[in-house]
C-alpha cells in the first residue's frame, strides 16, 4: 500500500513543498521499508505575517487547522503534520495540544509540527545543552523563540535573525544569505568559547519557508557540528512515525541517521 504524508502549509509558503519532495525523492527504492511509494500532499492555511501583533496571532485559529486536518483525512493519509513552527513563538504546548486535537478529530490519525519533530532530534542528539539559532524572523519574535527554548532546556548561545515579517519575501532569501548568517553564528560561538565551533552542539534553521534543507549538510561538514533544519525534521519525523528506516537517505543532513 502506498505511504502518504499529508503536511499543512501556510499559504504563503514557497519552499517546503519542493523540498518535502525532494526529501522524499532521496529515498533509496532498495530499502525494504520503503518499496511502497511515499508521496506528500498538501493543504494551506492562510498565513501571511509573522510577527507578534494582534492580527498575525490570529492567524493561528485551532479551528482553521482542524478544518485542513480534516481535507488531509479525506485523502486517507498515514500521518499529518503542521510544517510551520508558529509554536516557538506562541510556545510548544500549543503544538502539542494541536496534535492531539487533530488526531483525536481525524479519527486516530498520527501528527506532528516542525518544532515537536526539531525538538525530538535535539533530545535524540543528546546531551545538547549549547545551540546556534538561526531564524528569517524580526527581534521580537526571535526573542520569543529563544525564551521558549530556554525554559525546555536548551540555550541558544548564539543566534541570528533576518528581519523579515513577510512570508514571501522569507522564501526568497537566497544560498548566499543564509551561508553568511550561519557563518556569524558560529562565528559568535567561537567569539564567546575561543576556536572550533564555540562549544555549539547543534545549529537550528528554524522555519519552513527557508530554502535551507540543501545546504544543511555543506554546514555540516564545514563546521563540524549537526544542523538540524525545520523543513527536513518533518519529513523524518513523519517517516519515523510511519516506521520508515531514514537512515540511508543521503544529502539532507545527520538527522536522517538519528534513532
Known amino acids: 500500500m502506498p505511504l502518504r504524508l499529508g503536511l499543512i502549509t501556510p499559504s504563503s ?4 513543498e519542493p523540498l518535502t519532495n525532494s526529501i522524499l525523492s532521496s529515498l533509496p527504492t ?25 492580527a498575525a496571532l490570529n492567524q493561528f ?9 480534516r481535507l488531509l483525512a479525506d485523502a486517507q493519509v498515514d500521518v499529518i503534520a503542521w510544517s510551520g513552527t508558529a509554536s516557538g513563538w506562541l510556545g510548544f504546548d500549543v503544538d502539542s495540544e ?25 533530545e535524540l542528539l543528546g546531551g545538547v545543552e549549547r545551540m546556534g539559532l538561526l531564524t528569517p524572523f524580526v527581534e521580537e519574535v526571535q526573542e520569543r523563540i529563544v525564551a521558549n527554548y530556554r525554559l525546555s532546556g536548551f ?3 548564539c543566534e541570528k535573525g533576518l528581519a523579515e515579517r513577510d512570508n514571501v519575501a522569507i522564501g526568497r532569501i537566497g544560498e548566499e544569505v543564509l551561508d553568511g548568517a550561519v557563518e556569524r553564528v558560529v562565528g559568535e560561538a567561537r567569539g564567546l568559547d ?15 519557508n527557508l530554502h535551507a534543507a540543501q545546504r544543511v549538510e555543506y554546514w555540516e561538514e564545514k563546521y563540524g557540528v549537526p544542523v ?23 544529502g539532507w543532513g545527520q538527522i536522517m541517521r538519528l534513532k
Do not use: Y
Not at 485559529?61 to 485542513?68: D, I, M, N, R
Not at 494541536?98 to 535535539?122: D, K, M, V, Y
Open 98 to 122: 494541536l496534535c492531539r486535537r487533530i488526531t483525536l478529530e481525524t479519527g486516530g490519525i498520527p501528527c506532528t509540527t516542525a518544532n515537536l519533530a526539531l525538538n525530538r532530534a535535539l
Open 13 to 16: 509558503n514557497t519552499a517546503l
Open 194 to 208: 575561543g576556536d572550533g565551533t564555540g562549544g555549539l552542539q547543534a545549529i537550528c534553521i528554524f522555519c519552513t
Open 228 to 250: 538540524l533544519d525545520t523543513i527536513t525534521a518533518v519529513v523524518w519525523d513523519m517517516l519515523r512515525i510511519c516506521g520508515v528506516d531514514t537512515s540511508d537517505i543521503r
Open 155 to 157: 540555550e541558544a548561545v
Open 30 to 54: 532498495t530499502t525494504t521499508t520503503t518499496k511502497a511509494p511515499i508521496t506528500a500532499h498538501f493543504t494551506r492555511i492562510r498565513l501571511t505575517q509573522i510577527s507578534l501583533s494582534p
Open 61 to 69: 485559529h485551532t479551528e482553521t487547522f482542524l478544518s485542513a486536518a
